[in-house]
């Protein structure tokens, strides 16, 4: 069994984590991939662990190389590591050195145990959509959400969103977020919108300070399509996937919306699930009087 350490090469404060996990893996006479400038940042090849440790030119050939892909850092590299992953169907596994985290759940304290469980099969994999955006006749893939924003400060965006060819709403905003059940905890929950069980096969319209306070969170059928129209045509919008912003033909934005066919397979330890994870990472159930 071969595994990829996925790591952003530009956070020195990884590198006690990597060197962790590189520990355990060889420990178990596991063999290690990881792509060159991750392998910089922590002094790899190491001599002594040259049988175990194999650095590639780039973390792409790293995963082809690899079973399981271990992401370092916050959710941010695990939306990083999917995007790598995309259509392989290798498991992820996230452990999150960040903040908050709901896709990277393995806490730091829990890393040579979650490390020991991953290693002996105690594992389920928890399968995750992505969104597919048409834009322009180009394909764009999002795990958490597609988000469209105003390009300035100064005023709102205005979208026509239609579903299967139904009008929906017109929605007046600062942006719109067509999220996952995924991207439900990102930036969907902190503009108001619901949490939405991993597997249920649904996405979620939230606008983002919405000018009609009647305007509010849509959960609609992943099977639907949705298609979103600047009306009027002359405005300044940003369109991003998963923060990645999109090059895109402003003048005559229309975007159509569905349930991608790729999806990705998130590794969940014996004992957990997205109860636990949300108890923890929300602290819901903590009297903070006490």
């Known amino acids: 069994m071969k595994y990829c350490i996925i790591a952003h090469p530009g956070r020195e404060y990884l590198v006690p984590v990597i060197n962790r ?41 790293a ?24 259509d392989s169907g290798k498991p992820l596994l996230g452990i999150n050195s960040g903040r908050l985290g709901f896709l990277a759940d393995i806490r730091m304290e829990e890393l040579e145990d979650a490390l020991s469980m991953l290693i002996a099969g105690k594992y389920e994999m928890e399968s995750r959509f992505f969104l597919e955006a048409t834009v322009d006749g180009k394909k764009q893939y999002a795990l958490n ?24 709403n017109k929605y007046w905003a600062d942006g719109l977020i067509i999220a996952t059940p995924t991207g439900s905890t990102a930036y969907n929950l902190s503009s108001g919108g619901p949490i939405i069980l991993p597997e249920t096969n ?11 306070l009647t305007t509010r969170p849509l959960v609609l059928p992943a099977d639907k399509k949705i298609t ?16 990645k912003v999109c090059d895109i ?42």
Request: aromatic letters at 6%.
């Open 249 to 290: 033909n402003t003048d005559k934005l229309h975007v159509e919306i569905t349930r991608s066919e790729f999806s990705i397979n998130l590794i969940k330890l014996h004992g957990r699930n997205y109860f636990h994870t949300l108890r923890a990472k929300l602290m819901w159930g903590l009297d903070l009087r006490e």
């Open 145 to 168: 959400e597609v988000l469209f924003s105003k390009h300035s400060s100064v005023s709102m965006i205005t979208l026509a969103v239609s579903c299967d060819g139904i009008p929906v």
């Open 21 to 61: 996990v590189v520990s355990v893996l060889s420990g178990e006479e596991k063999t290690v991939c990881m792509g060159q400038a991750a392998a910089k940042l922590t002094g790899f090849p190491d001599p002594e662990l040259s049988d175990y440790v194999h650095i590639f030119t780039n973390e792409e050939l």
């Open 228 to 243: 979103i129209v600047a009306d009027p045509p002359e405005q300044q919008i940003l369109l991003s996937n998963d923060g």
């Open 202 to 212: 649904v996405m979620v319209l939230t606008p983002v300070c919405p000018h009609a």
């Open 63 to 86: 995963i082809e190389a690899s079973d399981i892909i271990i992401a370092i850092g916050g959710d941010g590299t695990m939306l990083h590591a999917a995007r790598l992953i995309h």
